[in-house]
Antibody, heavy 120, light 107 residues
Framework: EVQLVESGGGLVQPGGSLRLSCAAS????????MHWVRQAPGEGLVWVSR????????IYADSVKGRFTVSRDNAKNTLYLQLNGLGVDDTGVYYC?????????????WGKGSTVTVSS | DIQLTQSPSFLSASVGDRVTITCRAS??????LAWYQQKPGKAPKLLIY???TLQSGVPSRFSGSGSGTEFTLTISSLQPEDFATYSC?????????FGGGTKVEIK
């Protein structure tokens, strides 16, 4: 079964850091670009970042640029998102998603999400 | 950045109804649009990509159309399991943008 499982979320104080992981199974991670998408409580989906096959090319939303870093370890079939300088506006569920093997950056497989709460 | 405006933001409908949701882009995006379904507490699910291609396993009562700046998602006959929030997404250029969502509730 094709699956993505996020972990690493939790409660962190403003200014703190977290590292999210996304473990892939049922497919070869190195064959796919990957995305992170977040969703604040009661709000819509917001794209955060994209990484290419081998991690040599990454792109970020302006709201997280310079604070978040996406990376991957294809040997471990795992995607990461390092979150630094967290603010209350970063609170939400963070999803990893697979970029479909076709035209455009459509996301065909999603994890269940990892919840990040930034609060003092 | 490209902006996406969905309408309506909320829709009340009955089982069996035909439902149409619109997504308007602030500039032309060709057919670089997807539709996702999301149920409370769950991850989004890809329904439609390149504006009108049905994702594998998605029921044929879902269809998408449009190109350029105006797109529609249609559910031909609403089923109980279709009550959810639907979001469009443009993939024409970065940053990728999602629409604000349309919540479909039971009348």
């Amino acid at each position: 079964e094709v699956q993505l499982v996020e972990s690493g979320g939790g409660l962190v104080q403003p200014g703190g850091s977290l590292r999210l992981s996304c473990a892939a199974s049922g497919f070869t991670l190195s064959n796919y670009w990957m995305h992170w998408v977040r969703q604040a409580p009661g709000e819509g989906l917001v794209w955060v970042s994209r990484i290419n096959f081998d991690g040599s090319d990454t792109i970020y939303a302006d709201s997280v640029k310079g604070r978040f870093t996406v990376s991957r370890d294809n040997a471990k079939n795992t995607l990461y998102l390092q979150l630094n300088g967290l603010g209350v506006d970063d609170t939400g569920v963070y999803y990893c998603a697979r970029d479909n093997d076709g035209p455009g950056a459509f996301m065909d497989v999603w994890g269940k999400g990892s919840t990040v709460t930034v609060s003092s | 950045d490209i902006q996406l405006t969905q309408s309506p933001s909320f829709l009340s409908a009955s089982v069996g109804d035909r439902v149409t949701i619109t997504c308007r882009a602030s500039q032309g995006i060709s057919d670089s649009l997807a539709w996702y379904q999301q149920k409370p507490g769950k991850a989004p699910k890809l329904l439609i990509y390149v504006a009108s291609t049905l994702q594998s396993g998605v029921p044929s009562r879902f269809s998408g159309s449009g190109s350029g700046t105006e797109f529609t998602l249609t559910i031909s006959s609403l089923q109980p399991e279709d009550f959810a929030t639907y979001s469009c997404q443009q993939v024409n250029r970065y940053p990728l943008i999602f629409g604000g969502g349309t919540k479909v509730e039971i009348k």
